[in-house]
């Protein structure tokens, strides 16, 4: 009985280490360029959302391709992390910062976003996948590169959108990208709804 109970305790120890290297490692390995160990992180129909785009994890994959990986001009930054485990299926919350290097015309900006990750995973005979990564963006900033420019600020056309993506979005519609509708569930309020579906799952 007491062998028993502790090897289901080990296994459950070890369940969620395993997810919480998948979450420690994502933001390296997108930020370094190695790319193909990042799809490895997914579930074969695994799925990403961010402030620019919402669809299949490949499709983000081969955008990530298109960009300067291993430039440093973007930096995911893991804060740790908590799991819940439940047979094959598991949810993750977890902190990121999320730090680049932008362009609104020819000011050069540092864009910043404090966010706290959603993940649901899936044990597949390759080990723990992300089957869904949803990020909340609880604040943001926008910081000038050269003190000494100008930069003019009007945040008035995304007052509907979280106030912690609002800076994000600004500058990805200056860049000339339009701000797909899902951020506007990329707060607490709106993913309520999506979480509660998740929680059950997890327990399906």
């Given amino acids: 009985m007491t062998a028993a109970v502790g090897t289901t305790l080990d296994r459950s120890i070890l369940d969620r280490m395993e997810i919480l290297e998948v979450l420690a490692g994502w933001g390296v390995l997108r930020d370094s360029g190695q790319l ?73 900006v540092d864009l910043t976003g404090f966010v706290l990750m959603f993940d649901r995973f899936v044990r597949t005979p390759q080990g723990w996948r992300i089957l869904e990564r949803f990020p909340l963006y609880e604040r943001d900033r926008l910081d000038l590169v050269d003190r000494a420019d100008s930069l003019d600020i009007d945040l008035s056309p995304f007052a509907a959108y979280p106030q912690g993506l609002q800076h994000i979005a600004f500058v990805q519609r200056a860049g000339g990208r339009e701000v797909p509708a899902n951020v506007l569930s990329m707060s607490a309020d709106g993913f309520a709804a999506t979480h509660a579906e998740w929680r059950r799952w997890l327990q399906g």
């Fill in 36 to 108: 193909d160990l990042l799809g490895e992180c997914f579930a074969p129909d695994g799925v990403m959302h961010t402030s620019g785009s919402s669809g299949p994890a490949s499709r983000f994959i081969e955008n990530a391709r298109k960009s300067q990986p291993g430039s440093g001009l973007a930096q995911h930054i893991y804060g740790g992390g908590v799991v819940e485990v439940a047979g094959d299926r598991a949810l993750a919350q977890s902190r990121m910062l999320v730090m680049s290097r932008k362009k609104v015309g020819r000011i050069a």
